[in-house]
């Protein structure tokens, strides 16, 4: 099932999430921005386009929307890409060099339909300006979020995503240790390299998000979260290189867990 979430007065949450077998679950997000040019953010997952594309006609009119901001290439980002393509012929993609790269090995993009942008670059609408940036911590190179300035949202791609038993609505919601728990597990498996990172550099990247004083953060794998909800946010992914990394099951693992599901 995909939810509608009415988060800002012009924005709409497509979310649904998927169960990480003994570790909780994730959420998967897709936004709308509503507006004289409307902006779907993501696509959903491949498993569940005809689902997200029901979903997204509740909240808008496929027809109406005039760009895909695509965050990144990864297969929860883009079920449903390829279809609005198909569907709406005046859609454009805003997108990385890389994304453009990476989307050619599988299902190439029309470059007369591809606005390419870098970190810090501005792309002015009728009513609104998106700067792109590149988050904190990402698990693809082509990943792109932004800061929209009419809403004052911050849309993280997988930055600040949490693995949690039940996903609320609103990430204010968590308790602050359950939140911290969920955040610093997710970016240990979406982004492994932060164990490695240089803590002052990490420290100065959570520095620009913080001076851009968002009133919404939009992760693709949190529920919104207020701008007061900020730094925990930051306080957890700051924690990150000083915890355990993850390590997941081997095989032998695997084969215990099975017998035990099957008995």
């Not at 709308?32 to 029901?54: A, I, N």
């Not at 959570?206 to 693709?220: G, H, I, K």
């Amino acid at each position: 099932m995909i939810k509608k979430i009415h988060t800002a007065a012009d924005i709409d949450v497509l979310t649904t999430s998927i169960p990480l077998a003994h570790f909780g679950h994730v959420a998967i997000n897709a936004f709308v921005l509503h507006g004289r040019e409307p902006v779907l953010v993501d696509t959903g997952m491949v498993q569940q386009r005809d689902l997200f594309m029901s979903a997204l006609r509740e909240v808008i009119d496929p027809a109406e929307l005039r760009w895909i901001w695509l965050t990144h290439t990864d297969f929860d980002h883009i079920g449903a890409l390829q279809a609005l393509l198909d569907e709406n012929p005046k859609i454009r993609v805003i997108t990385s060099f890389l994304g453009v790269g990476i989307m050619s090995l599988a299902a190439p993009l029309p470059m007369d339909r591809v606005y390419l942008v870098s970190p810090g670059d501005k792309l002015t609408l009728a009513d609104r300006t998106l700067t792109a940036f590149r988050p904190p911590a990402f698990d693809n190179p082509s990943t792109l979020g932004f800061h929209d300035d009419k809403s004052r949202a911050l849309f993280s791609s997988d930055a600040f995503g949490a693995c949690l038993p039940s996903p609320p609505e609103r990430a204010e919601d968590l308790a602050e240790d359950e939140l911290r728990e969920g955040q610093v597990f997710w970016a240990s498996v979406d982004s492994p390299w932060l164990h490695k990172v240089d803590r002052g550099i990490l420290a100065r990247e959570l520095d620009v998000v913080r001076r851009m004083e968002p009133a919404l953060v939009l992760s693709s794998h949190l529920a919104p979260a207020s701008g007061r909800t900020l730094e925990r946010l930051l306080s957890a992914l700051e924690s990150v290189p000083a915890a355990p990394p993850f390590v997941g099951p081997n095989q032998a693992a695997l084969e215990a867990m099975m017998q035990a599901a099957a008995a």
